[in-house]
């Protein structure tokens, strides 16, 4: 009896003893299984990095499943940059349940993850998480900010090829260029769902303030789904001249983004935009030649959709291609002179659009003031002394749109309903559609056409001023994004509210329980080119998006075009031609009754100068917009 009473004391001393040894002990509150509850700053004494020295000494026998648990209420600043493991994923996740934007008061604020600033010597911001292999952040809230306010330039920065980062439930904030990039080196995929991305501001560029960049090499994938952006500086996604393999844009709210949403030179292919709300959204103007390293290389205005053709003639009258060939090869099995119209596959529908009227008041006012295309810029061509500038608050530009109405030559490029409905009526909008925050956007857009003096302002709660609490997001959310507008509501390719579905529970659980089935939709109308339809099983009420308009025929035109549209019942409806600046040039018809299914008007414009025009569809509950052109 007394040796196995020795030898269980032997067994226990030696657990314990082996529990003590671990190198990450010190930093851990608890060890759940394959979870180890991290430290915070407090309960490291007012000391930071307990993030980096857990992932750091976490190295022998680790299994596959291992989770860093970040604590509610937890803040855990990085004096040192976080590398992560070359040959293992890393998972860190906060403690919590549910959306962050339905997130009360009593939740608890999500764990903080910063920059932290202890003397002049001792402080940092910026690149604060390098990954070498995949990582999976969520239910968190991060800022490449240091807490004494120093902005950095970017949060999550790829250290090596070829892999994924994905963002889940997380809130970030202020940047002085965007939220993550891989810059130098190839191959990352990135994955963002349910995230809460205010105040992507911080620096004095038109172009800073967003969410990613890739300035140097190609991007493999971008998934963005049920994510709200709210109040943006720059270009919210870079994705320049890449034609990166799968773009995503599913069911996200964008809101008082001065800058172009979705960058592009216009080479993507296998691109779906669709089920989105974009409220004034891409307002900065344009003059011909500006930022011309990173947007269209016909030095056209950027519409919140850009696809350019692939193939240009060069100063030598040789066809070139505009990518490289390498791809082609390594992702179509053929030859680059193969690939041709047929392989380039974009799918852009059902998307919610609004404008307010004064956002147009951003070119009239930089023409006003004669301000001048910003020619100091090395990312700017100013080939033309007398350009004036003109709208981004479109769609499309004239080469996009002629592009997705040319059937015969490009059948895949697919473009379904744009829901044009006016206000969201959000429920609570803290602001964001109001006078105020609407004149800080038009100042900041149009500060922004040279080099303002100061960033983009910060859109806060009054308890919760920027100046005073650099790190911490407004929590609970500050808005209430979720809204009655008919149209939305019911305008997504199934049915759902358009936008960001965690505004909406119930809608958000139908869309996750019907996964698959969703995507399965999108990919097959992507394709095969075919149009989407819209099951309603939530009522009898009309499904907004079953208004078809058409597009004008013969278009281009001079001077009179064929506008047809198709009803489901008899209503009234009213159409009216728009220019560019948004002002009404055309009534053609007004509130007028028509019978179900089609009917056609003709437009003569022959009292009009050449250029793009805008011809708008209303009826009781929903506005339909397309464009044309006018060359005399």
């Known amino acids: 009896m007394k040796k196995l009473t020795l030898l269980l004391i032997m067994c226990v001393v030696g657990?314990?003893?082996?529990?003590?040894?671990?190198?990450?002990?010190?930093?851990?509150?608890?060890?759940?299984?394959?979870?180890?509850?991290?430290?915070?700053?407090?309960?490291?004494?007012?000391?930071?990095?307990?993030?980096?020295?857990?992932?750091s000494a976490d190295s022998v026998d680790v299994p596959e499943g291992r989770v860093y648990l970040l604590q509610r209420n937890g803040w855990y600043p990085l004096l040192e940059d976080l590398f992560t493991p070359t040959d293992r994923a890393v998972e860190i996740v906060g403690e919590g349940e549910g959306s962050v934007v339905q997130g009360t008061?009593?939740?608890?604020?999500?764990?903080?993850?910063?920059?932290?600033?202890?003397?002049?010597?001792?402080?940092?911001?910026?690149?604060?998480?390098?990954?070498?292999?995949?990582?999976?952040?969520?239910?968190?809230?991060?800022?490449?900010?240091?807490?004494?306010?120093?902005?950095?330039?970017?949060?999550?920065?790829?250290?090596?090829?070829?892999?994924?980062?994905?963002?889940?439930?997380?809130?970030?904030?202020?940047?002085?260029?965007?939220?993550?990039?891989?810059?130098?080196?190839?191959?990352?995929?990135?994955?963002?769902?349910n995230s809460y991305f205010p105040n992507m501001t911080g620096y004095t560029c038109?172009?800073?303030?967003?969410?990613?960049?890739?300035?140097?090499?190609?991007?493999q994938t971008i998934h963005v789904e049920n994510t709200t952006h709210v109040m943006g500086a720059g270009t919210t996604y870079k994705m320049r001249g890449y034609p990166i393999n799968q773009v995503t844009f599913n069911h996200n709210t964008f809101v008082n983004i001065s800058g172009q949403v979705l960058g592009t030179w216009g080479h993507q292919n296998d691109y779906i935009v669709t089920n989105n709300l974009f409220v004034?959204?891409?307002?900065?103007?344009?003059?011909?030649?500006?930022?011309?390293?990173?947007?269209?290389?016909?030095?056209?205005?950027?519409?919140?959709?850009?696809?350019?053709?692939?193939?240009?003639?060069?100063?030598?009258?040789?066809?070139?291609?505009?990518?490289?060939?390498?791809?082609?090869?390594?992702?179509?099995?053929?030859?680059?002179?193969?690939?041709?119209?047929?392989?380039?596959?974009?799918?852009?529908?059902?998307?919610?659009i609004?404008?307010?009227?004064?956002?147009y008041e951003i070119p009239q006012t930089l023409n006003n003031n004669g301000v001048e295309c910003p020619a100091d810029e090395a990312e700017s061509d100013c080939i033309d002394p007398n350009a004036e500038w003109v709208s981004q608050a479109m769609t499309?530009?004239?080469?996009?749109?002629?592009?997705?109405?040319n059937d015969e030559m490009w059948p895949y490029l697919n473009e379904g309903p744009w829901i044009e409905a006016g206000a969201p009526e959000f429920t609570d909008d803290a602001g964001l559609m109001g006078d105020e925050i609407l004149q800080d956007l038009i100042d900041w857009s149009v500060s922004a056409a040279s080099t303002p003096d100061?960033?983009?302002?910060?859109?806060?709660?009054?308890?919760?001023?920027?100046?005073?609490?650099?790190?911490?997001?407004?929590?609970?959310?500050?808005?209430?994004?979720?809204?009655?507008?008919?149209?939305?509501?019911?305008?997504?390719?199934?049915?759902?509210?358009?936008?960001?579905?965690?505004?909406?529970?119930?809608?958000?659980?139908?869309?996750?329980?019907?996964?698959?089935?969703?995507?399965?939709?999108?990919?097959?109308?992507?394709?095969?080119?075919?149009?989407?339809g819209v099951s309603n099983e939530r009522g009898s009420l009309d499904v907004p998006n079953s208004i078809k308009l058409d597009q004008n025929y013969p278009n281009p035109f001079n001077p009179t075009t064929q506008i047809s549209f198709n009803l489901p019942q008899a209503q009234e409806v009213s159409l009216k031609v728009y220019d560019m600046l948004g002002r009404e040039v055309a009534t053609l018809v007004n509130n007028k009754r028509f019978a179900a299914g089609e009917s056609s008007v003709t437009f003569d414009a022959s009292n009009l100068s050449s250029g793009m025009y805008i011809y708008r569809l209303t009826s009781s509950n929903i506005t339909i917009s397309k464009k044309m052109t006018l060359i005399k």
């Open 454 to 532: 100061s960033y983009m302002p910060h859109w806060r709660s009054p308890e919760n001023p920027y100046e005073e609490n650099v790190i911490y997001s407004d929590y609970p959310v500050y808005a209430d994004l979720s809204y009655s507008n008919a149209a939305y509501l019911m305008g997504s390719t199934d049915g759902q509210p358009l936008g960001d579905l965690n505004w909406f529970p119930d809608a958000k659980a139908s869309f996750e329980a019907n996964y698959d089935a969703h995507y399965a939709t999108l990919r097959t109308a992507l394709e095969t080119g075919a149009e989407i």
């Open 15 to 55: 657990m314990a003893s082996a529990y003590a040894q671990a190198p990450y002990d010190e930093y851990v509150d608890e060890v759940r299984g394959d979870t180890l509850v991290v430290k915070d700053f407090v309960g490291m004494g007012n000391n930071p990095n307990s993030l980096v020295n857990v992932v």
């Open 206 to 219: 038109r172009r800073n303030g967003g969410v990613y960049d890739n300035v140097s090499n190609n991007t």
């Open 280 to 352: 004034n959204a891409n307002v900065q103007a344009y003059i011909t030649g500006l930022d011309a390293a990173e947007f269209d290389q016909d030095y056209l205005p950027h519409g919140l959709i850009n696809v350019d053709t692939l193939r240009y003639v060069d100063v030598d009258g040789q066809e070139r291609l505009g990518i490289d060939s390498t791809w082609i090869r390594e992702n179509y099995d053929m030859e680059p002179s193969e690939f041709g119209p047929d392989d380039r596959k974009v799918l852009v529908s059902h998307n919610g």
């Open 105 to 193: 008061i009593d939740d608890g604020y999500p764990a903080v993850i910063s920059g932290i600033f202890l003397s002049e010597s001792e402080s940092n911001e910026g690149d604060l998480f390098q990954f070498q292999n995949d990582a999976t952040l969520k239910n968190v809230a991060m800022t490449p900010t240091h807490s004494e306010g120093t902005i950095g330039w970017t949060f999550f920065y790829a250290a090596s090829a070829n892999n994924t980062l994905t963002l889940d439930n997380v809130i970030m904030e202020t940047t002085q260029w965007v939220f993550a990039q891989s810059n130098d080196y190839a191959g990352t995929e990135l994955i963002i769902k």
């Open 354 to 359: 609004y404008w307010n009227d004064r956002v």
């Open 396 to 405: 499309m530009n004239s080469r996009t749109q002629a592009m997705f109405d």
